[in-house]
Structures are given as structure tokens and as C-alpha cells.
């Protein structure tokens, strides 16, 4: 007999292993969505039990209560209580705990009870909590709580075995009718009497030893030192981007000669003509100098992972927590910054953790300045066709250097926009506060960290495949129509469409320094920036002809002026230039006054900033 | 246990130099001039486990203004600002 689909919810507070116990149950077999309405991430994942139950699992937003303070929170409350739009409530809850950390989630679980929803406590990371002398008498616990405990150790093979099992048990016996609701929020004094309540139950079941954990007490006192700690995130930040830059090189240069390879076998077995140049010009060399910046996203997103993974994150957010704040920024709003590193959807969606409005504001019109991953192939291209690759003093590559400068004058001026904004804006503004677990150090999780950069691999090979190729067909098209006349001398492109857009365009931008062959990578490149690249690419190839194979990069190097490629690198540091960044502004801010704003201001920076870089270099001969 | 701390006297945690170990008396969000209402405050520290008879330690502090604090609240380290910290009455 077929079984019905069960319907599975993970609740926990933040850093309880809630999501790793979700990747090791579902591996890679994960939706991301987004709840109807609300902008918070939605992870389903999907098993099957020992005894063959189909299983749908949510991984819902980390909560200390059922309060609903941010829309996270409220995201976790509707879903349990089955108030959650268009989804199924859940038939059995797994209340997440660090097994080394049972205070809170404890009193989170007397809460949950409340909802009358069938429930498992997992004690997750039993394992750390064993070696660190802490016993649990779980049959007492179950007992005492009233609901079914089981152990697991989500990083291990088969440390999900037991709560594979009595998901089982339990399911093959739920009540069609679950008991009644009877939650309503909490007042202080119930909130209060809960979690002694909790400190009850857990005196009487769990023995904890005398040692804290001292591993992550010695490393803590060099990483929260009030100065080491300083030097120790600038050391890690550094490092992040002299790797970025050093360690894809190799893998970089593999794909790239992948490609020309690639477009070299369809020039030779395809005979002259549209088809040709649509395939070599529009589709190899333009989705492939894309997809070459894949190992500098994988190492980015590996950095970034590791960290959050290794709990040093919280770390970060803590020692930065002043010093943005004389910025007028919120501690918390380091972590969305950081990501935006990465890229800055994700990073704007984060400021969620923000539970300020003005806090979060200000955060999410800076993050764009955040140097994202889709500028590293603009960035990259440039420096590497105009930055020589010589040491200096020694040590540090002048390459990785300018790359350097270029992520810290994004965030200098990050932080210079936010003190503008608090200072002229947003003046009777008394600070937030900054509330925050700081976890017990960690080892990553190998599978976690794996599944997350297969996750953002995929995200960005999609958007290779989707956006970036039609965009690309889009420039191939305008390049190459109409054709030239019977009998002209001068290259294909002159007589294009793309000719007559960035040559009308061209005024405006020659103060700054840029041909109308960048006028024209610039509009397709408010689509994702990295197509400036790929637009760039196409543009010069089909302009280019016999020499269509040559590198980008070597084209440029012939074609623009020192101070023209600087100009260049200082308008990316600041130009608006994703769509889709500008409509997570929308959807965020819930304001298309917000979505302007940033888009005007970023637009006045970035044409100041080349303006000056162009001129300062053209004074310095560099023109 | 509280007994060795009767002679202590009381006073905010938000005053306390690094190294400082006492034990929670109780809260009171009023004197804490947090931009949080009294209510909110009281709940989020409770959330975090600060609550009466908690043991808690300061383990770090930031470089400016010796802010925020690193509370260690039975075995778990919470990070907070020396603002909110005066709602919280350690002896």
C-alpha cells in the first residue's frame, strides 16, 4: 500500500544544527523557494524511511521563541500553527537542540507543545556533547517533557538512524485529530516561568560537567581580543582575497582554453557565415568567459561557508559591532555585508536578521557596494590585461593587491554612505540592540559546506544558461545586424545595431573615458554585471574577425588606454549595474522610492569616481 | 548557592570590568535606556537566558568603549551591548 506523503517541520533556535540535520537527511534531493508574499527563504528537502514513507521536510527559520519578532519568526509561528498560506501543516514537528546547549531550546519546546502539533526533540550533536562529559538520561527527559527524544549526530554516516526509525513509529501511529491548540504569546512572567520550567527539567536529567568546552575558550582569546581579534579578521579577509585571486587562476586558465578550444572546433567544421559567428561569437566565447569565473565563485562562497560554519561569523559581527557603529551601522548588518561579498541578493535578504527598520535600511542600500562575485570577471579581466603580475616587496602579488584596493574602497565607501545616511537622514535615531549567540566553535561539515557551494554553483550556472546566454544572443543579434554593405572596408560591427546605440551613447561617457564599444557592454550589463564581460567579448570578436579566437583580454590590452581600463575598474566599484539587485531592493524595502534612490546614487558615485580616475590618470600620462 | 553572594553588592552588569562573575538578581529593563520597550527588552534577555539565578561571567569586550561584552550565561556566551546589559542585576 502506497503511503500518504508526511509532512515534517525542523524548528530550533539559531546555531542548533537544525540545518545540517536537514542536509543530512534530505542530501542533495533540496527546493529553495520563497514563502508566498514574504521574501524569506524556503528549504524543502525530500527522504524516504526505512519503512519507504515518502517524506517532505521544511527547514524553518532558526526562532527562540514563538514571538514572531522578525518575518523569519513569524514564518516559523504561521508554519507550525498552520497558519502559513498555502502550506500543509506539518504532521509531526522536530525540535531541534544542540545537545551541548540545552537551556534554550528547551524552553522553545515547552512553548511548541502548546500548539497541540506532534513532536520528536532531536538532541542533535550527541556526539560533541558525549566527548565533552555532558549525560542526558533521555528516557527521563521524553518523560519529564512528554514528548519523544531521540539522540543524532547529523555529521555521521548513519547518526541519523534512530530518528529515521521513530519517525516511523510515530507516524504509523498519529492521531488523525492532533490535540488542540491552546499557544498564545507568551506574557513575561509565563516566558520567565518556561524557562525555569527548563532549568527544572534539565537539573534533573542532564548532568553537565564542570569544564566549559576550553577549545573554544583558548581560541577565543585571541579571536575576541580587543586588538588580536582585529588583526585576526583583517588577516582572514586578506587571505580570502589573495585566494580568490591565486588559487582559481589555474582552473581558470583550464576552462578558458576549454572554451577556445570549443569555439576553434566549430569555426573549423562549420563553413563561414551567420550561423558560425552566431555559435563561436554569440554562444561559446560569450557564455564561456562567464562560466571561466566559476572556480573564483566556489572559493568565495567556500570562504564564506567555512566561516559561518565554524561559528566564527557571530565572532565577526561582535568585534565589528562598534566600530560600524560609528559608521551607523548595526553589528548584526556585518554578516549580510559579508555575504554580499558574495553577491548581494542573498546579502539584502539577510538583513532580515536586522529586527531595526532603519538599521536595516541603511544596510540594505550600502550592500550593493559590497564588491559582489559577479564584478570579480570584470575585475579580473581588467587587472589581468593591465595590472602587471610582479611581486611586490617580495611577497604580495601587485595583481591581488589592486584587487584588494578595489574590495576596500567598496567598502570604505559603504561605510563613508552609511554615516551620510544616519547623519542627514536618519538623526533621531537611538542604537538598536545588538543582541547574539556566540556558538561553541565547530568543525565545518564537510557535506554541508559541499551541498551550499553546490547550491550557489548551480544558481550561477542557471543564471549562465538563462539570463546571461539570452542576453548574449541579444548582443550577438545587435553586433551583427544589419550586415555591412557589399564591398565596405571597414570591420562588420561599424555598420550594427550596437554601433549606432553605443555611439549615440558615447558623449556622455567620453568624459569618463569609456568607447562606444563599452557603452554597449554596459547595457546589457545592468542584466548581471559579469555580461559586461561576455558583452565585451562578443563585441571585439566579431569587430575583430580572423582574430576572433585571441583572448579577451590581450584585445583590450591593445584597445583601451591605461586610464580608460581604471576608469573602468572605478565605475564597477560603484555603478548599479544588476537588475535583479534593484528589484530585491523593491521587494525588500517594499518601495520603489528606495529602489530609485539606491539606483540614482550608486549612478552619480560611479560617474564622479571614473571622472576623477580618468582624469587623474590622463594628468599622469597613463591617457 | 546565592548565599556567598547576600554580601555582594547589587549592581547592573553593564558596569562590570571584564572577568566579572556573579549571579542574576533579577531584571529590570527600566533603568536600561535600551531602544527596546521595557517589555521587549525583558523578553529578548529572558529568550537568551538571562534569568534569575543564572551564573554569568564576562568573558570578552569590544575595543571601543569597551563595548559590546561577551556574557558567559551558564554554558553559553551571549554577546550584548553594555546598554542593554544594564537592565540585567548581577551580584
Redesign the interface.
Known sequence: MELPLLHLALVGTPNSGKTSLFNALTGSRQKVANYPGVTVERKEGFFVTPQGRQVSVVDLPGTYSLRGRSPDEEITRDFVLGKASGETVPDLVLCVADSTNLRLTIRLLLELKRTGRPMILVLNMFDIASRRGISVDVERLAKELGVPVVTSIAVRKGGTADLLALTDEISAKLAAEPAENTWRALSVSELRATQREADRIISDCVSLPSRPDTWTARVDAIVLHPVGGLIVLALILFVMFQAVFAWAQPLMELLQSGFDALGDLVHATLPDGLVQSFLQNGVISGVGSVIVFLPQIIIIFLFILLLEDFGYMARAAFLMDRIMGGAGLHGRAFIPLLSSFACAIPGIMATRVIDNKRDRLTTILIAPLMTCSARIPVYTLIISAFIPAKDVWGFINLQGLVMFGLYATGIVSALAVSFLIKFFMLRDYAPAPFMLELPDYKMPRLKSIAIGIFTRAKMFLQRAGTTIFSMMVLIWFLASFPQPPAGATEPAIDFSLAAIIGKALEPLLAPVGFNWQIAVALIPGMAAREVAVAALGTVYAIEGGKEAAEQIGQVLATKWSLATALSMLAWYIFAPQCASTLAVIRRETGSWGWMAATFAYMLVLAYAASLLTYNVAVALGAG | MTNTHDTRREMPLGLAQCGYTGVIQHLSAKDAG???SD?E?????????F???ARVEI??????????I?V?V????????R??AMAIIVA
Open positions: 535600551s531602544a527596546l517589555i527588552l525583558e523578553s529578548r534577555l529572558i529568550e537568551l537566558g534569568v534569575e539565578g568573558l570578552h569586550e569590544g575595543l571601543v568603549g569597551r563595548d559590546p561577551a558567559r551558564d554554558n553559553i556566551t551571549i554577546a550584548v551591548r546598554r542593554e
